[in-house]
């Protein structure tokens, strides 16, 4: 394992912080340092029907199950982000069933998930301005978490001020962008995960087409991948809300 970093490293270099995928890096580098092995970050968006959340962003997880949970759309039946939020405190993966009865769908999910997805991991729900909250997933690995109120807390700390850090500058981001009808037709494509053949495709145009315009869109919104340029899009409102094809 590497040297653990201080909380006090990640809170000056947070503040420091100017673009998503520096953000991104910040926070594997200090989670991988505490000895976290997977990070989900799921955020919050709100709709006419209510507030449902949106699968932005994960490092760790099965290959495999990655591919099943978006293929399948299994958010639809994923309890652990809308706990997080009714819950209000931290609580293991393992715990998720404990709290209050489940729909079938959702314990049957959350026991392929114990199948495909090894050891155990922290769910913490974290806050921002606007209503824009968030589920954030660390996951142990093999390793079975045996966590102090203080090491809970200093997660609790570095999910909080890592996400007001992303809602600052996805804020910041927002009033500087310009795109165009086209350009957030393939943002909202690429936030639900399909290639760039897929999206031209959908739309009825050229592969070329569609990676010209990727690339003049990463240009206007300062990223330079695919998961900043999601980030950004679900946590600035840039997308009222992704195209639901469940």
């Not at 009825?204 to 900043?228: A, E, N, P, Q």
């Amino acid at each position: 394992m590497a040297q653990k970093l201080s909380i006090e490293y990640f809170v000056t270099m947070c503040g420091g912080v100017t673009r998503l995928a520096d953000l991104w890096s910040l926070s594997t580098e200090y989670l991988g340092s505490q000895g976290i092995r997977i990070v989900d970050y799921n955020t919050t968006e709100r709709v006419r029907q209510g507030t449902h959340f949106s699968h932005i962003v994960q490092k760790g997880f099965p290959d495999a199950w990655v591919k099943h949970y978006v293929m399948e759309r299994l958010r639809r039946f994923d309890p652990i982000p809308k706990t997080a939020m009714r819950l209000q405190r931290p609580f293991l993966w393992s715990q998720t069933g404990s709290f209050w009865a489940l729909r079938p769908e959702q314990q049957d999910f959350l026991e392929e998930r114990a199948r495909n997805v090894p050891g155990d991991g922290l769910v913490i729900p974290v806050y921002g301005p606007n209503m824009l909250n968030a589920c954030v997933g660390f996951g142990f690995g093999d390793r079975v978490p045996d966590l102090s109120d203080r090491e809970i807390f200093n997660f609790q700390t570095v999910a909080q001020m890592g996400h007001l850090r992303y809602c600052e500058i996805t804020r910041e981001r927002r009033q500087k962008t310009d795109l165009s009808p086209r350009e957030i037709d393939v943002l909202r494509w690429i936030v639900r995960g399909k290639s760039n053949s897929v999206i031209a495709e959908i739309l009825g145009i050229s592969r070329h087409t569609v990676d010209t315009m990727t690339r003049r869109m990463f240009d206007k919104l300062h990223v330079h991948d695919r998961t900043s340029a999601a980030v950004l899009a679900m946590g600035s409102g840039l997308i009222d809300r992704p195209i639901d094809t469940d």
